[in-house]
């Protein structure tokens, strides 16, 4: 039972030195603060607190300029004893908010967008009469999808795919369904064996089986044990089929991005106008806020801290380019700043700079801008912003070189600020470019041909756009692994969701050893 006094609990001293940016914005024609997230921000604490606040019914002041996450945390209980009268679910509540600030076990069910497993945590979001809502919907018109996903929840399909799984490889391997005896042996099932011909058994046949099947039990017991869903411990036996297994799999393959096309339809058609709430997907929370028939998304990555305008990332499509947009929902336009006497010197150096102050190098906003600015400066620049100097443009470098040569510059300050190896980038741009090339003594890129700004900005756009961009949640922490794949994944550290990319086309392959130095 909970304690039934009001007072917050005391939090960790770890809990007490976190400290998140604030920004002021435009709201429905009032200031209004909201909170940031760092690399390491417990976002479904500052998804709440951006709801209260927006709301007004969080007690932050306009002057603050960054907030600890005790503060935060306190600001939440005196919601709850504010807005409750039963002291009881207070009290239980207030016990429970340290989880927000660590992160919370969401457990969805892909019928609706309100449908989640109720527990604990997720009652807070009710005592504060937030919604949380997700747009991971199975299409009715997919019948068989739709059946065998039923009103079952993620973990519970997740614990009978793993089931289905292990019968099937026991199936597979010929090992009977054992029992273990307490010393070990295995006692196999009457029915294991042929009754036409004795089983011939050779030596270390029953101890490599004993511990396949312990190992496979293990695991059973480790799932049900996680994911705590009583529908998972009930049984080791999976209820689904394997043409069942099949088509959920190929739905969760299909929809890895966590928002399927009838679950956004589901999102725009059941939200009120102007209802504030929490948006779940890929194990994050955002605040999310429905105007004009459209859903918008808060921008709360502390890399846009000095982006005063940038409030609100439109969604409106499952894996397509975000639109970035103001406080009023115009579209974001990046502020025609000079920058003319930058140099490359300078761009590393405010880099380094902005690491050593604690930003976050690789920030949503260092490239996802680009993508939506690409007649910026005529086309020609490409916005590379390291989240501390608003405005920094990094323009490609041209120099023409000896014998119908181009020289793009700043190539290497390009790869570092995507963070990709300098041989798969220019890779993609001699193949775009269908030219060859390779790198001189000075690491500049020296392509043969006359090629302007305007083209390597857009084909570096272009290599953001397919081996940078998370498709999930449009951040650019990502990273190309291979891992034994054929092919590249894109893996998102901060979603965590993983896509396949095309691999480059056939073209020419850059030259390797030492070269001779270009123009």
Not at 164 to 188: C, D, I, Y
Not at 192 to 201: L, N, R, T
Not at 401 to 424: I, Q, W
Request: hydrophobic share 35%; proline share 4%; glycine share 6%.
């Amino acid at each position: 039972m909970a304690s039934s006094s009001e007072e917050p609990p005391q939090q960790p001293q770890s809990v007490k030195d976190c400290l998140y940016k604030t920004k002021l914005i435009q709201f429905l024609d009032r200031t209004a603060p909201i909170v940031l997230q760092n690399d390491n921000g417990p976002c479904p604490l500052l998804a709440i607190c951006n709801v209260l606040s927006l709301r007004n019914n969080l007690n932050l002041s306009a002057d603050t300029t960054e907030v600890s996450q005790e503060k935060l945390l306190t600001l939440v209980a005196e919601r709850l004893i504010d807005s409750i009268d039963n002291k009881d679910a207070v009290a239980d509540a207030i016990d429970l908010l340290p989880r927000l600030a660590t992160g919370i076990n969401v457990n969805i069910k892909f019928t609706r967008i309100s449908d989640f497993e109720s527990t604990p945590e997720r009652a807070i979001f009710d005592l504060l009469d937030i919604p949380l809502y997700h747009g991971w919907i199975v299409d009715p018109v997919l019948n068989e999808t739709t059946n065998a996903i039923g009103s079952k929840s993620y973990n519970t399909l997740m614990g009978e795919l793993v089931a289905l799984e292990t019968q099937n490889m026991t199936a597979t391997l010929g090992v009977p369904s054992p029992s273990l005896s307490k010393t070990g042996s295995l006692v196999e099932s009457p029915h294991s064996a042929s009754s036409d011909e004795p089983k011939v058994i050779k030596a270390g046949d029953r101890e490599e089986e004993a511990a396949l099947l312990m190992a496979l039990q293990m695991s059973m017991g480790e799932l049900s044990t996680s994911v705590g869903d009583p529908e998972c411990s009930n049984s080791h036996q999976s209820e689904l089929s394997v043409q069942q297994g099949e088509l959920i799999r190929t739905f969760l393959k299909n929809n890895a991005s966590q928002l399927t096309y009838y679950g956004l339809f589901c999102l725009q058609d059941g939200l009120k106008e102007q209802e504030l709430c929490v948006f779940f997907r890929n194990n994050h929370f955002s605040t999310m806020f429905k105007i004009n028939g459209e859903l918008y998304l808060l921008a709360t990555d502390q890399g846009y801290l000095n982006q005063h305008d940038l409030v609100w990332e439109k969604l409106n499509e499952v894996n397509g380019d975000t639109l970035f947009m103001t406080g009023n929902f115009k579209e974001f336009k990046v502020e025609n700043q000079s920058n003319e006497n930058w140099t490359t010197a300078d761009y590393l150096a405010s880099i380094d700079s902005a690491a050593s102050a604690g930003f976050d190098i690789n920030s949503d906003l260092q490239l996802a801008i680009a993508l939506q600015q690409q007649d910026y400066c005529s086309g020609n620049s490409t916005k590379l912003d390291d989240g501390e100097k608003s405005g920094l443009v990094l323009t490609p470098q041209v120099l023409e070189g000896s014998k119908k040569k181009t020289v793009l510059v700043n190539f290497m300050e390009y790869c570092r600020a995507m963070v990709r190896e300098p041989d798969h980038v220019m890779s993609f741009m001699l193949a775009e470019l269908d030219t060859s090339g390779s790198l001189d003594e000075q690491l500049r890129l020296v392509v043969k041909g006359r090629f302007l700004p305007k083209k390597f900005g857009a084909i570096l756009r272009k290599y953001v756009n397919q081996y940078v961009m998370c498709f999930a949640c449009k951040r650019t922490d990502t990273r190309l692994s291979k891992e034994n794949r054929p092919k590249y994944h894109l893996i998102c550290e901060r979603c965590c969701a993983s896509r396949s990319v095309a691999p480059i086309k056939a073209g020419f392959v850059a030259k390797v050893g030492k070269r001779n130095s270009a123009a």
